[in-house]
């Protein structure tokens, strides 16, 4: 029998509200439990309330709660015991758009996902970002650099989704997520980080 790849690995995944991308996201989330992960899933107050033409708030949920078998983390109450606790071994967001991004590289503590990822990054683990944004290359170029370079923060690798009408625009490579997440918890990051 081959051996699972994330048996016993307790991995938080958090969702925000980049919705053109679930559609790839969730068939990631589905591998993670496929591979023997214990997946806790985590959303921001966007995922949690906003329907879209890519599907309503509530099919997304119930989706998530189907997927993983557990309650929805989605509140900043319920996301502050991660540090404590020490739930998790491994935080995925993905996707992650470039308000969390910014909210992430300059301390803002204001949504479910935010705290996670500080109440887990106090126990010094690793946490895995999958950009996705519009604004990678513009104004939030700032934000991704300083993620880049700090403890124990990961990157799926990224690429420019569309380089001629959305120059400043990176998504990550959600095909890659899971060896992002193989090397993040040997302290590694992936590479090559930026793709063609």
Request: proline share 6%; glycine share 4%; net charge negative.
């Given at each position: 029998m081959i051996p699972l790849l994330l048996e016993g690995i307790k991995i938080g995944f958090a969702l925000t509200g980049s919705f053109c991308t679930f559609a790839k996201v969730f068939p990631e989330i589905e591998k993670l439990v496929s591979e023997g992960a214990d997946v806790y899933p985590i959303i921001s107050d966007?995922?949690?309330?906003?329907?879209?033409?890519?599907?309503?708030?509530?099919?997304?949920?119930?989706?998530l709660k189907v997927i993983t078998g557990k309650d929805i983390i989605s509140t900043i109450v319920a996301a502050e015991p991660i540090g404590p606790k020490g739930l998790l071994d491994i935080l995925?967001?993905?996707?992650?758009?470039?308000?969390?991004?910014?909210?992430l590289a300059n301390a803002i503590n204001d949504t479910p996902v935010t705290m996670a990822v500080k109440a887990h990054l106090r126990n010094q683990k690793p946490v895995v970002i999958a950009v996705s944004t519009n604004d990678a290359l513009g104004n939030n170029a700032k934000n991704l650099g300083v993620l880049m370079n700090s403890k124990n923060v990961y990157f799926v690798?990224?690429?420019?989704?569309?380089?001629?009408?959305?120059?400043?625009?990176?998504?990550?490579?959600?095909?890659?997520?899971?060896?992002?997440?193989?090397?993040?918890?040997?302290?590694k990051?992936?590479?090559p980080l930026l793709m063609k």
């Open positions: 966007s995922v949690d309330k906003t329907d879209t033409r890519y599907g309503s708030a509530t099919e997304w949920k119930n989706r995925v967001v993905a996707p992650c758009t470039g308000n969390t991004l910014a909210k690798p990224f690429e420019q989704d569309d380089p001629d009408s959305k120059v400043n625009s990176l998504v990550a490579r959600m095909d890659l997520l899971i060896p992002a997440v193989l090397e993040a918890l040997q302290g990051q992936i590479q």
